[in-house]
């Protein structure tokens, strides 16, 4: 029996299109096939659970010394050659080699494409394209990444397909059953608390010993749905679902007499409100909002006003000003949402006095400066005060970074703050100082989005990147600019593909497509 391939793939590519090759090499090895095609029999073998192992000669050959030896022997230990062809690839000698290499040692084995950049056939390197009896150039197959055409998940899937030997249709399928199941465990997760805070609820009270052990146990459970449910549900974008466990648990405490909750209940019920009042803003009702903000602001004063020296007390109040504030800010009505937010951040500078050393504090400082921030950049402009308060926002952020890990989102916020630094110096006509800025959060945006290149906030935050960037250089580099924002363009045109209802998006791309026809 021939003994099988050390690699199931090897990854060929130019130097130009190394971070593409960088990336396709990750996903391609932590994907999984689908458990039910495992084990079963294709022309390419035996289905296995993962595509791993992948070889990339450029990581693995990188302390070899005798570099043509060791990519020989990678390539007759690998099943398939995956070539990722651009305009640079089809200038690459050593690719070409490569291909020419691979096709001497298994002219049986497959040879797949993985379109970057540029358009086939230009993009094929010598010797991809092979020539038919009769005469006529026989593509191999590609998988297309660039936008509006395959795309990264249909582009995966059908390299996949063609390493295992299985049908391309078979796995988007299985792909999108995925995806499906993915929303309705986490849906089903929320309807299971509803059940059971309705269930909870009905027998809360009717015993005084009972009455103690179900309270404990629904307050842990409102509690789960305002953490780890209510960001699972942001996570599938199911706010149908999220506004009824919110419902299902404001219920819960307006079935009983609030006058007589304890206090960490009462701090709950207003976190309820919190939630509530920003998912009705979310949808633009902002009376709704600014009704249920009150209420809670109601309990959180009064809370404040028994122990006005306990900074969670304070926390909480703070969190009150903030969304008044809020929907004043979005009803423009800049004045109001001053005075609120200047409330909110002596409120949150007090918690940070009575413990300087708490991140979750000193995060809150970012944002409290970072809104005063945004506040000074709207008419009349008070540029010079934006810029300190913004700084101010950033080294607050800094510090909460020093304490947080990396999960809790933290780099997300300080990839704002720098954004919201570079527009303040923009306001105050330092330019130079605001491409700094810029160029920081870039650095640390490409980290997020290697990391997690699905999520759709950083590719949000990257586009809007392009955009100020290109306002920064159309006077000195309007060539660097003009390519920024036409590779905004063609993301924004994926993003807006996969959700056509967000208007933001739609709005960056009309802006960019004015902008490209009127510096044409």
């Known amino acids: 029996m021939e003994e099988r391939a050390r690699y199931r793939a090897f990854i060929s590519y130019s130097h130009v299109d190394a971070a593409f090759g960088r990336k396709l090499h990750r996903r391609l090895e932590t994907y999984r096939l689908p458990k039910r095609l495992v084990g079963r029999k294709t022309p390419r073998g035996t289905v296995p659970p993962k595509l791993a192992p992948i070889f990339r000669d450029l990581d693995e050959l990188a302390a070899s010394s005798d570099l043509t030896a060791e990519v020989r022997e990678a390539l007759k230990q ?26 001497e040692l298994h002219p049986e084995r497959p040879v797949l494409a993985a379109i970057a950049d540029g358009a086939p056939p230009a993009c094929f390197p010598p010797g991809l394209v092979r020539i038919a009896a009769d005469g006529a150039p026989v593509e191999p197959l590609a998988a297309d990444f660039r936008r509006g055409h395959d795309g990264e998940r249909l582009g995966l899937l059908k390299l996949a397909a063609g390493i295992t030997g299985l049908g391309l249709d078979e796995l988007v399928q299985r792909d999108a059953q995925r995806q499906t ?26 015993a005084r010993e009972e009455a103690v052990r179900q309270r404990g146990e629904a307050e842990g459970l409102v509690e789960y749905m305002l953490t780890d449910l209510r960001d699972r549900l942001k996570g599938v974008g199911r706010l149908d679902v999220m506004t009824a466990v919110n419902e299902r648990a404001l219920k819960y405490y307006s079935d009983q007499d609030i006058a007589r909750l304890p206090v960490d209940s009462l701090e709950r019920r207003a976190r309820i409100l919190h ?61 109001e949402a001053k005075k609120y937010w200047f409330a909110y951040k002596y409120l949150v500078d007090k918690t940070i006095e009575l413990e300087p050393q708490n991140p979750k504090y000193l995060r809150e400082g970012g944002y409290a400066d970072g809104n005063l921030c945004t506040i000074m950049l709207r008419p009349p402009v008070h540029a010079q005060m934006a ?18 890990p990396r999960e809790s989102g933290i780099t997300d916020d300080l990839i704002n703050r720098y954004a919201w630094l570079a527009d303040a110096y923009f306001a105050a ?11 920081t959060e870039g650095r640390i945006l490409d980290g997020e989005m290697a990391a997690d290149p699905k999520s759709k906030f950083h590719k949000a935050d990257w586009v809007a990147l392009q955009i100020a960037l290109a306002q920064l250089d159309k006077a000195k580099r309007p060539i660097e600019a003009r390519g920024r924002l036409i590779k905004a363009e063609h993301l924004l045109d994926e993003m807006i593909a996969a959700d056509r209802t967000n208007q933001s998006w739609r709005s960056q791309r009309l802006w960019i497509q004015e902008y490209l026809a009127q510096s044409h």
């Open 429 to 439: 006509g330092d330019l130079k100082r605001a491409r700094m800025e810029r160029v």
């Open 181 to 206: 199941q993915r929303v309705m465990a986490v849906t089903a997760a929320a309807l299971v608390a509803v059940v059971i805070m309705g269930a909870l609820t009905l027998f809360a009270f009717n």
């Open 387 to 404: 810029v300190r308060l913004c700084s101010s926002g950033l080294t607050e952020m800094d510090r909460a970074a020093t304490f947080l």
């Open 78 to 103: 690998s099943e398939t050659l995956i070539v990722v062809c651009s305009p640079a690839a089809a200038q690459s000698k050593w690719v070409a080699r490569e291909v020419e290499v691979f096709r």
């Open 275 to 335: 939630a509530m009042g920003e998912d009705d803003e979310a949808r633009g009702n902002h009376d709704a909002a600014l009704a249920k903000f009150h209420e809670a602001a109601r309990t959180t004063s009064a809370l404040l006003e028994q122990a006005p020296n306990d900074p969670e007390r304070i926390f909480d109040q703070a969190q009150s000003e903030y969304w008044l504030g809020y929907v004043d800010y979005e009803r423009r009505r800049t004045a």
